[in-house]
């Protein structure tokens, strides 16, 4: 990872503490005291359906679109910077892919059960297929392939047979065409969950670079309006999308682990409404803007946060103190009898977050940036 001064100029303050937020709550849905005792807003849906922490991962993928319209509008439509462009971001993919894989390692560094998809991994491929898409295809282009894309998964979700299965069977996670694909190429590699089938699987990261599509948009949109206008045409880009995903849902259900269509425009809707609604907070009325510290440093640094704290919870799981992990002996600590287990499950979490803050508050006190 590279090191980098901030340039507060080139900053939008809103589109940081959206990001900020995200990895926040990416972070505490992640490390609660106990898997099992979780308050239901905290937990995935067991299958079809959509909670908040549903929508950290598509609202992270959303502004990762958002930053691509930013980060690569001046070479766009540059023919000689595009490849150089396009390189980099090539790079930059691999390298995300490569530190999901080490994440995924660490700390023990079991190969022969390495689970080949991920978060990162995810993030990395969705990342150079959009900013491929960004550099070189112009907007109909964009908007053709976006349609495209939820179109023929679900189609191919809902109609194409399946080798010794047969019929699809969306409600059954071992009889969708996404499971079938990944045992084809990551068998005895997938989440060990499921072992069958990987929530971010193969096929299902097709969809995921729509969600990144619709964060493509919503960046246009800021970069080419101003005021009120922005925060008008991001609710409305916004509130279509959550009707029409709501409207498929009902042929094509809101899913998570299969990343369908409807949840593509549903979570990407809400996405273009969050930053809208954060614009106008933090943009366009400029309220809090020295009260919004924490967001502010963890969306600056937002893979130095997710990477220290995805390190840091997978030691505190394995090293033991006597016959307990680190982890269970300070999560015993915080327990109190006289509150519900989810209470003490739920501070945990917001006590590790709390920990987390203190390189992050460091390094945005020291004006330091750390890319990948």
């Known amino acids: 990872m590279k090191r980098q001064a901030m340039n507060k100029s080139e900053r939008i303050l809103s589109l940081d503490i959206f990001?900020?937020?995200?990895?926040?709550?990416?972070?505490?849905?992640?490390?609660?005291?106990?898997?099992?005792?979780?308050?239901?807003?905290?937990?995935?849906?067991?299958?079809?359906?959509?909670?908040?922490t549903d929508l950290v991962f598509p609202f992270f993928l959303f502004i990762v679109g958002v930053s691509i319209s930013f980060s690569m509008a001046k070479v766009k439509g540059d023919p000689?910077?595009?490849?150089?462009?396009?390189?980099?971001?090539?790079?930059?993919?691999?390298?995300?892919?490569?530190?999901?894989?080490?994440?995924?390692?660490?700390?023990?560094?079991?190969?022969?059960?390495?689970?080949?998809?991920?978060?990162?991994?995810?993030?990395?491929?969705?990342?150079?297929i959009t900013s491929a898409l960004y550099l070189y295809a112009d907007r109909k282009t964009i908007i053709a392939t976006f349609v495209s894309i939820l179109v023929v998964y679900w189609l191919a979700m809902v109609f194409v047979p399946i080798p010794e299965i047969g019929t699809p069977n969306i409600d059954d996670p071992n009889a969708v065409l996404s499971a079938y694909i990944d045992q084809l190429f990551f068998k005895g590699h997938m989440w060990s969950g499921t072992k069958t089938w990987d929530p971010e699987g193969l096929f299902s990261t097709f969809p995921a670079i729509g969600t990144a599509i619709l964060g493509l948009f919503s960046g246009e949109i800021v970069k080419q309006n101003k005021g009120n206008e922005v925060v008008k045409k991001l609710f409305l880009l916004g509130v279509v999308s959550v009707v029409i995903g709501q409207v498929w849902s009902i042929i094509f259900p809101i899913n998570k682990s299969l990343w369908t269509s409807s949840?593509?425009?549903?979570?990407?809707?809400?996405?273009?409404?969050?930053?809208?609604?954060?614009?106008?907070?933090?943009?366009?009325?400029?309220?809090?803007?020295?009260?919004?510290?924490?967001?502010?440093?963890?969306?600056?640094?937002?893979?130095?946060?997710?990477?220290?704290?995805?390190?840091?919870?997978?030691?505190?799981?394995?090293?033991?103190?006597?016959?307990?992990?680190?982890?269970?002996?300070?999560?015993?600590?915080?327990?109190?009898?006289?509150?519900?287990?989810?209470?003490?499950?739920?501070?945990?979490?917001?006590?590790?977050?709390?920990?987390?803050?203190?390189p992050i508050l460091i390094l945005y006190r020291k004006n330091i940036v750390i890319k990948v």
């Open 19 to 52: 990001r900020g937020l995200t990895v926040i709550l990416m972070i505490l849905v992640n490390n609660p005291g106990s898997w099992l005792a979780i308050y239901a807003p905290f937990q995935h849906a067991h299958w079809h359906g959509c909670t908040p």
């Open 80 to 128: 000689l910077k595009r490849p150089i462009a396009m390189r980099k971001a090539l790079w930059r993919g691999a390298k995300l892919i490569g530190i999901g894989l080490f994440l995924g390692l660490f700390p023990l560094f079991n190969f022969s059960e390495m689970r080949i998809p991920g978060v990162l991994q995810r993030i990395g491929v969705v990342f150079m």
């Open 263 to 358: 949840y593509v425009l549903y979570t990407g809707g809400l996405g273009a409404i969050a930053l809208g609604l954060s614009f106008y907070l933090f943009d366009v009325k400029k309220l809090g803007r020295n009260q919004v510290l924490l967001p502010k440093a963890f969306g600056l640094n937002p893979m130095a946060a997710y990477v220290l704290a995805q390190m840091i919870a997978s030691l505190i799981g394995v090293i033991s103190i006597g016959d307990t992990t680190i982890k269970a002996h300070l999560f015993a600590m915080i327990t109190i009898d006289s509150i519900p287990l989810e209470a003490s499950s739920l501070l945990f979490a917001v006590l590790y977050v709390a920990f987390i803050s203190i």
